[in-house]
């Protein structure tokens, strides 16, 4: 057997666990593990110029591609700033792995220079935190923390290195566990049999039947599960915001996505329901609006691979336990097979409704002949990429508009913090997709509030070459607060104002970037042409678009899901 | 309701502070807690004493579930079972008082187990509604200190919480 240092170990262990890339930031406690990184080539190390930069590239890359992302950064001020990042991650249920220094053990508990408790501090936003105690357990931990970030429901997992756990000349001998068992830790492989025939007896019974999806679909990577069953069934469909992509936004089926902000036929279809097929979302509040008064009619089959998300706020009649795709699989089967069919006059009736509630509103904004709207914008993006690539957003109305008018047909391409809303996301997000996606179009939709939230990373796209495209919605305001404060104070516009911006385009050519500034409508069209036609450059596109905009529909606060405001006047 | 829920845990140093955690960041309330390691020396066993809804009991035995360091719940209450509580009291007993104190303690069948010539110190087992009698019993005016160890539960017959 080889002899290797902790370090060594350490590297060792994520070459062996098929790690490509980490992002980090080096330091003191973690500088042993660094020079271990020096001398290899396998796995590749990206500098960022923030660690919490680092977290969401890491998230950005685990989103686009299911695998988990790794950190890697030094103790004190290095664990902390990772920590906004992390729990970005625990709330959308990122599988990732955050290797942290620490100082020596012999100095934990007295203070010593750059000593944080990491594992206080960050147990809160982990899945699960594991600390090395001896530099032999290195692999183990290694092992169990990408097994415990990437199965079950998913999330982030710090991993505490104290310093004289990697110290070069103590060697140990090294193999990389194949297997993890855990005897506390036992995620449901299936769903109970005997719930999956009723959720199904219910289903072919009811009259007016809702498909809800959430974002479980896509980290259980469970879409094409999801999409055969509701096309199977004829039943209409929607999704969380987190859910977008697991069923084609342009399928006739799609009533688009619900909650806060969703589509009027969305939310007015969930609460005339008598039956709610719950697919991995958690009737989270941005979703429910006023508890007490969701769906009062409806019948709740809910399907999640975490217990604790079923009837944690609207109970459930059938639960089931278990992976999406094996619970979808097995109810797509009885479907099949059953002798039973949905009713057919109910399901038309409910179209017939349905159809009548898309008509009434469907997505639409009012278009001006002078002033850009951000609507357009994302539509007219949409167009151009085909509806194809890769768009991560930062947090406002920005991500509201990008999400409502690019319809995403596949999942895995809408990329945003949807349990958190982290502003500052969305760039470090893009980047880590475009680096292991050279050749797809990826897109930042961002404001100037977010984007300078982690404007710094515009330096490591040029280190690393990733020609990512930041569509800057520049409304020169916090637009999202501002929409708030114009509904709930009246119009009192406490702080949500951006005053002294920066010369967007001078800053994108200051760290080596293209800038493209667009104030007039008719030079949207050419100038985005433009822009994507730029293959191998970051374009940095600050667009002046209406400044008085707001995000429709909107949920009335503590009303039902079908109480919304469609516009500025508009109240149903 | 009160529920008093038992939890085998994995004994590494954190589990306890996750398990603490969780009912102060969800909201949940703690009234007593015991921990102590088990005859299986890799395993703690913790016993919570709470009260809640019973959707809001059923989201606490969840969410100690998904800890990765629970490897076994249950919660008592849902069936016949044994509680204790251990109570140390140090009581001002002088003159006539002396006398009087004894025979509370006999009748709680408590047991005097340090004695100065102002001071009786009182050891009392038994379950939590049993130890706050005594101390009503014998006046919170004569107390001097009171310590208690939370309680501890088990099943009662062959039902138990193990691997
Ligand atoms: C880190 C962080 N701080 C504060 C907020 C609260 N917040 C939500 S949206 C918003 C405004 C965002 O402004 P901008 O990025 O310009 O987007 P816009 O709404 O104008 O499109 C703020 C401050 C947040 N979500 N994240
Ligand atoms: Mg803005």
Redesign the pocket.
């Known amino acids: 057997m080889e002899l290797l240092s902790g370090a060594d170990m350490l590297i060792r262990s994520l070459q062996d666990e098929g790690i490509e890339y980490i992002y980090g930031y080096p330091g003191g406690a973690a500088l042993h593990i660094y020079d271990a990184l020096f001398r290899q080539d396998k796995v590749k190390h990206i500098l960022v110029r923030h660690e919490q930069a680092a977290v969401h590239m890491a998230d950005g890359y685990a989103r686009a591609t299911g695998k988990p992302g790794t950190v890697l950064v030094t103790s004190g001020p290095g664990a902390t700033n990772t920590i906004?990042g992390i729990a970005t991650a625990f709330m959308d249920s990122i599988p990732m792995v955050v290797l942290c220094g620490q100082v020596a053990s012999t100095l934990i508990g007295e203070d010593a220079f750059q000593e944080t408790d990491m594992m206080g501090v960050s147990r809160p936003v982990v899945k699960h935190n594991l600390s090395v105690r001896h530099p032999e357990e290195i692999p183990e931990v290694i092992r169990k923390a990408y097994y415990i970030a990437a199965t079950g429901r998913p999330g982030p997992v710090v991993v505490d290195i104290p310093k004289d756990m990697t110290t070069p000349n103590e060697r140990y001998e090294y193999s990389y566990p194949k297997k993890v068992k855990l005897r506390s830790y036992n995620p449901a492989v299936r769903g109970h049999a005997g719930q999956i025939k009723k959720a199904v007896d219910m289903l072919m019974a009811a009259k007016r039947p809702m498909i809800y999806a959430g974002g479980g679909v896509i980290l259980g990577k469970a879409s094409s599960q999801l999409t055969e069953l509701t096309k199977t069934l004829g039943f209409p469909i929607t999704n969380t915001l987190m859910g977008i992509g697991c069923y084609p936004a342009t399928d006739k089926q799609h009533l688009g996505w619900l909650g806060m902000h969703g589509t009027y036929e969305a939310n007015m279809a969930m609460h005339h329901s008598d039956l709610i097929l719950c697919v991995g979302a958690r009737f989270d509040d941005r979703v429910t609006n006023a508890t007490e008064k969701f769906c009062p009619g409806a019948r709740i089959i809910h399907i999640d691979i975490d217990p604790a998300s079923i009837s944690k706020t609207i109970d459930a009649d059938v639960p089931i336990v278990g992976p999406v795709d094996a619970v979808l699989k097995e109810m797509l089967s009885l479907v099949k097979e059953s002798k039973d069919k949905p009713d057919a006059d109910a399901l038309a009736a409910w179209w017939k409704q349905i159809e009548e509630w898309r008509a009434f509103h469907g997505m639409r904004y009012e278009t001006s002949p002078d002033v850009i709207k951000?609507q357009e914008v994302v539509e007219m993006l949409w167009k151009l990429t085909n509806g194809d690539a890769f768009v991560t957003s930062?947090?406002?109305?920005?991500?509201m508009f990008a999400a409502q008018y690019y319809k995403f047909d596949k999942p895995n391409r809408w990329i945003n913090s949807g349990g958190l809303?982290?502003?500052?996301f969305g760039l470090p997000a893009a980047m880590g997709i475009k680096l292991t996606h050279p050749d797809d179009e990826v897109l930042c939709f961002?404001?100037?509030?977010?984007?300078q939230?982690n404007i710094q990373e515009l330096s490591t796209c040029k280190q690393y070459n990733l020609p990512v495209k930041i569509i800057n919605?520049n409304?020169q305001?916090?637009?999202?607060?501002?929409q708030w404060q114009d509904m709930n104070y009246e119009s009192r516009h406490a702080e949500?104002y951006?005053e002294s911006l920066p010369d967007f385009i001078k800053l994108a050519e200051a760290y080596g970037h293209v800038g493209v500034r667009i104030e007039r409508k008719e030079d949207l069209e050419p100038k985005l042409k433009e822009v994507l036609a730029m293959k191998d450059k970051l374009v940095f596109v600050d667009i002046y678009v209406d400044r008085f905009e707001h995000v429709y529909p909107m949920q009335v606060a503590r009303g039902s899901m079908k109480d919304m405001w469609l516009s500025k006047t508009e109240r149903v | 309701m009160r529920r008093i829920i038992s939890v085998l845990l994995e004994n590494e140093p954190g589990a306890l502070s996750r398990v603490v955690g969780l009912f102060s960041q969800r909201n949940y309330n703690i009234e007593t807690l015991t921990v102590a390691p088990t005859e299986d020396e890799t395993l703690s066993r913790l016993t919570v004493t709470t009260t809640g809804s019973d959707k809001v009991i059923e989201q606490i035995t969840k969410q100690l579930n998904k800890l990765i360091e629970v490897v076994k719940l249950v919660d008592l209450t849902e069936g016949s079972h044994i509680e204790r509580e251990l109570m140390l009291v140090k009581l001002k007993a002088t003159g006539s008082q002396r006398a009087e104190i004894k025979r509370t303690v006999d009748i709680f069948r408590g047991q005097i187990v340090d004695v100065t010539s102002s001071v009786y110190t009182v050891q009392l087992a038994g379950d939590s509604e049993k130890l706050d009698g005594f101390i009503q019993a014998v006046g919170t005016s004569g107390i001097l200190e009171v310590v208690r160890t939370g309680v501890s539960g088990i099943a009662r017959g062959e039902k138990v919480l193990s691997l």
Do not use: R, Y
């Open positions: 906004t951000p930062d947090v406002g109305q920005h991500q809303g982290t502003m500052g961002t404001g100037e509030g977010s984007i939230m919605l409304n305001a916090l637009g999202m607060v501002k949500s951006m």
